[in-house]
T-cell receptor
Framework: RKEVEQDPGPFNVPEGATVAFNCTYS??????FFWYRQDCRKEPKLLMS???SGNEDGRFTAQLNRASQYISLLIRDSKLSDSATYLC??????????????FGKGTKLSVIP | NAGVMQNPRHLVRRRGQEARLRCSPM?????VYWYRQLPEEGLKFMVY????????ESGMPKERFSAEFPKEGPSILRIQQVVRGDSAAYFC??????????????FGPGTRLTVL
């Protein structure tokens, strides 16, 4: 099982649509979870941290299910500017420090006018 | 507050040459991390440094790669005798010494290394 696994996409959605990304992780000891976005040939930028109770930031909602080792990101009312690759990130690897972030390969989103 | 700064943004080297990549963390941040992103791959952890100390270099290739974070100046990732397989984007990230949100890291714009 890959350490962090995501559907690579691409997801092509019209403006205003709701889109959901899923992610699974293998290290049950992970304690911190994040969604980053990465624009083409740019650096990853932190979108939001993911907390056990779930959290919302404007149009973005993140959920965490520790039992299933599953993380999700929901984007409502998609904008053209949401087009990017969304990276699921967890901390720690077996035997490694918690500071080691493990990145999924990302899910590419294209929002179409 | 300036973000994480990296230079150069693009670096071209011929096989066998040396590559030096620099990273200045965000103001107030004392922890530096280097990651590598190969084409079509996710970012992979390489090394974690604090001032004058290498904390964890478990992700670094055993040969040709080294990193430092001196008391003064930027962190440097050095690749000796580069090979084509070293072509990648190298990202530096930093975090503060004490954070309300542990493990949050902020990334620089990256250095894109191309080995001819």
């Amino acid at each position: 099982r890959k350490e962090v696994e995501q559907d690579p996409g691409p997801f092509n959605v019209p403006e205003g649509a709701t889109v959901a990304f899923n992610c699974t992780y293998s290290n049950s000891a992970s304690q911190s979870f994040f969604w980053y976005r990465q624009d083409c040939r740019k650096e990853p930028k932190l979108l939001m941290s993911v907390y056990s109770s779930g959290n919302e930031d404007g149009r973005f909602t993140a959920q965490l299910n520790r039992a299933s080792q599953y993380i999700s990101l929901l984007i409502r009312d998609s904008k053209l500017s949401d087009s990017a690759t969304y990276l699921c990130v967890v901390n720690g690897r077996p035997g490694a420090g918690s500071y080691q972030l493990t990145f999924g390969k990302g899910t590419k989103l294209s929002v179409i006018p | 507050n300036a973000g994480v700064m990296q230079n150069p943004r693009h670096l071209v080297r011929r096989r066998g040459q040396e590559a030096r990549l620099r990273c200045s963390p965000m103001k107030g941040h004392s922890h530096v991390y280097w990651y590598r992103q190969l084409p079509e791959e996710g970012l992979k952890f390489m090394v974690y440094l604090q001032k004058e100390n290498i904390i964890d270099e478990s992700g670094m290739p055993k040969e040709r790669f080294s990193a430092e974070f001196p008391k003064e100046g930027p962190s440097i990732l050095r690749i000796q005798q580069v090979v084509r397989g070293d072509s990648a984007a190298y990202f530096c990230a930093s975090s503060p010494p004490i954070s309300r949100y542990p493990d949050e890291q902020f990334f620089g714009p990256g250095t894109r290394l191309t080995v001819l």
